[in-house]
RNA sequence: GGAGGGAUGGCAGAGUGGUCGAAUGCGGCGGUCUUGAAAACCGUUGAGGCGCAAGUCUCCGGGGGUUCGAAUCCCUCUCCCUCCGCCA
């Protein structure tokens, strides 16, 4: 959430960013300064009530001890009034809060101004282009590949569990682990903490990344006690921290972690569902970082340039947009997705996300760190898919597939499958 | 799953109804001394809200209650520890 002082002071600018991301309730702003507004002289009187009451009681306590009960009880009696008052004023105080931060929750994060305006992914720019997208007839969509090869079975995942959980065969299990293997290798290379998260998490981690209130349907949950299947690794591993006050010399965290993720998609049937292309549950190596706002922007390029090195050393082709404000969600100040090229299928397909958001994330969760002049302060959070796994090894099989039906292996994978071609 | 014990500031640890936001120690920061450092000594050192400020309020795991007054008493939840049972 944005803080309620920037929002004081950035009306028009918070408005503004509403609307180039699509929100249609722009009064909302106005609204959550009234209730503000409200809040504060509400928090003024019940301060001033508590006061009077903390006065007496002290008093009575002085007095108490000197043995002057008559006197003591005096001010007791005066006491009465004032107690329910206060009783009163605090239930007020605390729905008008309620109201307020309900108000401040629904206001999303303020786009850069870098970010292209616009409303929806035809308005995404393209920030670069790498490799030569193969564009022949020849080329089988990867479903096929992997039919022929029995290596993916979509239809006994069905059966156990349901459309969208696939089990992976042979040697396609293998290829993924060594994905897996091969991307963790690289952020560990690079300065990340590989660390291994929960896969299940609490409504105040769901809540502390933005899941809850804003994409609570994206996940799944396991109602009887209370936890949310992790949609990404990002959830976890970015609660990590929650509540924290890190010291100056800790920043900037960066961390590494490999989880499968359960996503329901509702509302996506039908929709590009062929394959690897949508699951309701999938790998994927995520990064995030922690750093100190100075540095976010930067820290931004650098995460999306290491999650461009990865395909690059995997040779598959693809492209990096630079998401515009419709376009972008609500949490984040600034996102970047890397599309690879799917030849079977000629289309790109989303791999990696890389997204700023600023002190959106860390608002939520409390997590701040001591500044150079030793004033708490919210840390900044990012973070990037390098890479998700499922349209990686389509991509694979589709980019690498030979004539005569095999696929041959990245150079950078064939240590991890003790092989060139399957 | 059963029985018991516990949760206090960065850490350790006192505090069981009254001036306690909290002793003390360690750690951190500043200073004295020193060529420099260490030691010693002195000082300082939680987070947050409202307010131009003076100031004031809130927070001792979370929530609720008793009381003029709660870290301290009661209820409840969560987590941790010990023992028993079960178990990859």
Redesign the pocket.
Known sequence: MLD??FIRENRALVKKGMQNKGEKNIEIVDQVLQKDEEW?SM??R???L??E??????R???L??QGKREE?QKI?KE??DN?IEVKKLEADL?ELQDQRDQLLYQIPNVPDNSVPVGHSEEDNQVFKTWGEPADTNWMLPHWEIAADKNWIDFDRGSKVTGAGFPFYIGQMARLQRSLINFFLNEAVEKGFTEIQAPYFVNEDSARGTGQIPDKEDMMYTIPRDGFFAIPTAEVPVTNFHRDE?LSLEELPIFYTAYTPCWRREAGSYGKDVRGLNRLHQFDKVELVKFVHPDNSEAELETLREYAESLLEKLNLPYRTLLMCTGDMGFTQTKKYDLEVWSPGQRRWLEVSSCSNFGSFQARRMQL?F?NEKG??EMVHTLNGSGLALPRIVASILETFQTESGDVRIPEVLQPFMSCERI
Do not use: L
């Not at 009451?53 to 002290?58: E, F, L, R, S």
């Open positions: 309620i002082n504060r928090v003024t019940v301060d001033r508590r006061a009451g903390n006065k007496k009681a002290k009575i306590g002085e108490m001890g003591a007791i006491t009465g107690k605390s006050i701040r001591k004033k708490t």
